[in-house]
């Protein structure tokens, strides 16, 4: 009898489990179909509810998040962990020691008083924390020293990207008379020539060839190719164990949502490498700077600055290429007014054939409708990249 009762009692619940699966499948598939929409539909003012659902949703893997809000133009890459270069042995981790030395002396500039790493320091984000850079005789630069992190995965440099690789970055630094004032790049070899202590450095990378300014050059962007590290959002992005706040995870759901960061900034590197108006040109004041247009001379190219990556941007302050942005709730605002205006104060200004390609901003900016809490959680995230 006792087996007997068993038996109906797992029969039972077999029964059960057939009947109940079907709608608990259905449920689980509505479930996810719900927060397959949370990037575009997440209200301004969530309950607890609204957060279960974002938890839910981003406890997957990134393949697996709700689809992201980009315009249709967009070739978006889904946000992930940056997978890591290995760490240089043998000749290449001499040639990266050598590159750090050479980084961090004063002797590669005119004046012996500049170093690569006074413009990029590593406590202050391998950037400057000035608005813009000072240099040669006190003198002021015109754009913000960018960082170096993430220098390993860019394909170009400077903020008007006009150099495709580390190595054709190095020289522009050293011969720029406002920052290493160097009048060729033969000064900067043969004070290296003239140091017995880096021969011999240069010779256990290169052997008995005497010091080039190319091997100045794969030295430096040796060392810069290993300055990247992990992140929060990477372990997080990975699965690891790492708690994200419910308001963290709302500013990522922003972030891949109705805030449009997404639209430039994606991938595992968060940008799209590619340069885009913004309307900070300043045109015809005093802060002119109209970009990728003053290396190429293409009036299609005015005003386009490089998309900086965003990993471990709250290191990096102040921000733009001009730095005039001291604090992320800065340049949300900057968005959230859709970017800048570039309007003429006269006629003079109107009929400057320039002025049309100044004021055609990035299609991709558009006027923004964030809530204070919005602003805050789309920092609290940013803060962990």
């Known amino acids: 009898m006792p087996f007997f009762r068993f038996f109906v009692l797992l029969w039972g619940l077999c029964i059960a489990v057939v009947l109940l699966m079907p709608g608990l499948l259905l449920h689980e598939r509505w479930q996810r179909a719900g927060d397959n929409r949370l990037a575009s539909t997440f209200p301004s003012h969530p309950d ?28 978006f890459v889904e946000l992930g962990p940056l997978e890591q270069r290995p760490t240089p042995e043998g000749v290449e981790l001499r040639k990266a020691r050598l590159g750090r030395r050479l980084f961090e002396d004063p002797l590669l500039s005119a004046s012996g008083h500049f170093s690569c790493q006074s413009c990029h320091n590593r406590q202050l984000g391998w950037g400057d924390g000035l608005r813009v850079s000072v240099g040669h005789g ?21 903020w008007d990207g006009r150099a495709a690789t580390l190595e054709q970055q190095a020289a522009g630094p050293l011969l720029n008379p406002v920052e290493m004032a160097n009048e060729d790049l033969a000064q900067v ?5 003239a140091r017995p202590d ?72 968060l940008t799209d490498q590619k340069m885009h108006n913004l309307g900070l040109t300043f045109f015809r004041r005093r802060l002119q700077d109209l970009g990728r247009y003053e290396e190429t001379g293409d009036p299609q190219d005015v005003g386009l600055f490089r998309t900086p990556p965003l ?71 940013l803060e962990s990249l």
């Open 138 to 158: 006190r003198q002021e630069g015109r754009r913000n020293a960018p960082s170096l992190f993430g220098a390993a995965y860019r394909d170009a440099f400077f």
């Open 198 to 269: 880096y021969v011999r450095a240069f010779g256990q990378v290169y052997g008995e060839t005497p010091i080039a300014f190319s091997h100045v050059a794969e030295a430096l962007a040796a060392f810069q190719r290993t300055l990247e590290r992990g992140t929060r959002f990477d372990r997080f992005a990975a699965g690891l164990p790492v708690r994200f706040s419910d308001e963290e995870l709302w500013g990522l759901n922003l972030f891949r949502g109705k805030a449009g960061c997404a639209n430039c900034h994606f991938g595992p590197l």
């Open 311 to 381: 990993r471990h941007v709250r290191l990096t302050a102040p921000y733009m290429h001009n730095g005039i942005m001291p604090r992320l709730a800065n340049v949300i605002a900057f968005y959230i007014q859709g970017g800048g205006r570039i309007r003429p104060r006269n006629e003079a200004e109107a009929a400057d054939p320039l002025w049309p390609h100044a004021a055609r901003t990035s299609p991709l900016l558009k006027r923004l409708d964030l809530e204070q809490a919005e602003i805050e959680a789309l920092i609290a995230f």
């Open 48 to 75: 607890e509810g609204d957060f279960e659902a974002l938890r839910r949703a981003y406890a997957r893997p990134p393949s697996e998040w709700p689809e992201a809000l980009v315009e249709p133009e967009v070739a």
């Open 189 to 193: 070899v043969d004070r290296l020539r």
